[in-house]
């Protein structure tokens, strides 16, 4: 008889996500021990959608991705958490090969990193913008917290971590306006985060960081191989980081006019 893998709970951040979280659902629910939808008060059909699927559903009001995250873990029930966003589904394969890391984790091993395919305009360019673009995912519940960090934060753990092979497959990038409004709001995640390290505007960072990122993409990672998609998604790059610059100089410019 095949030892059962240890416990697992799947929390899902939301909200407005209610375009993608019936298929995800579908896909976590008949094989997590306990799923979780921590929603920051969606109004669009995110509740009962979560509802329909008779899963634990629980509403709790956003500050930043990391600290909302930190907040839902120690309520899983169980000793191992998966965290998946809801514009994002488990290949068929990492469902398996979570299962076999579970079962056979040692005791010092406290994390698995998981490779990600993000998608534009629904398809795959290659295997993955910035594939693997490893990300902070499945940890122990008791081992594992979120950095203090606005913006893009990963999970740290004191023991051992791995990596795994299958991915999770990212359809985020719909549109340009989609694109541009959520990073308004990651603009200013990332000011946070300047201002918190005591960072200043500088020439290298508006002009030079956006201009690295680019050719790092186009020319590093082979984007040029990709034709105008490949050249538009490294664009787009470096315009997010030009603006984050933007924001910082914007920022200083108005706190110095107004003393």
Same mark, same amino acid.
């Given at each position: ?17 209610? %375009? ?5 659902? %579908?896909?976590?629910?008949? +094989? ?14 995110? =509740? /009962?959608? =979560? $509802?329909? /699927? ?9 500050? !930043? ?14 000793? +191992? ?22 079962? /056979? =984790? ?11 395919? !993000? ?8 295997? *993955? ?13 008791? $081992? *594992?917290?979120? @950095?203090? %960090?606005?913006?893009?934060? @990963? ?19 719909? !549109? ?6 959520? !990073? ?24 030079? %960081? ?9 020319? *590093? ?5 990709? *034709? ?8 787009? +790059? =470096?315009?997010? #980081? ?10 200083? #410019? ?6």
């Amino acid at each position: 008889m095949e030892e059962r893998r240890p416990g697992l709970t799947v929390i899902i951040p939301a909200f407005n996500v209610a %375009k993608w979280l019936d298929r995800l659902l %579908k896909t976590v629910t008949p +094989w997590a021990d306990e799923v979780i939808v921590c929603d920051s008060f969606s109004t669009d059909n995110t =509740a /009962n959608i =979560a $509802k329909e /699927n008779k899963v634990v559903f629980i509403q709790h009001a956003y500050i !930043n991705s990391a600290t909302q995250k930190n907040w839902i873990i120690p309520q899983a029930s169980h000793p +191992w958490v998966m965290v998946i966003d809801a514009d994002e589904l488990p290949e068929p394969a990492l469902l398996t090969e979570i299962d076999l890391f579970l079962r /056979n =984790a040692d005791s010092l091993t406290d994390m698995a990193f998981i490779p990600r395919k !993000n998608m534009i305009w629904g398809e795959l360019l290659g295997k *993955g913008i910035n594939y693997p673009d490893y990300q902070s995912r499945l940890f122990r519940r008791d $081992k *594992g917290k979120y @950095q203090d %960090k606005a913006v893009h934060a @990963q999970v740290e753990v004191p023991g051992k971590i791995v990596y795994l092979k299958n991915a999770l497959l990212h359809d985020d990038f719909k !549109n340009t306006s989609t694109w541009w409004l959520r !990073n308004d709001r990651y603009y200013e995640y990332e000011l946070q985060e300047l201002i918190k390290h005591n960072k200043r505007w500088s020439f290298t960072l508006q002009y030079l %960081k956006p201009l690295y990122v680019f050719i790092k993409m186009y020319i *590093g990672k082979g984007y040029f191989l990709h *034709g105008f998609k490949g050249f538009y998604v490294c664009f787009q +790059w =470096a315009i997010y #980081y030009f603006f984050v610059g933007a924001r910082l100089y914007e920022y200083e #410019y108005l706190n110095k006019k107004g003393s």
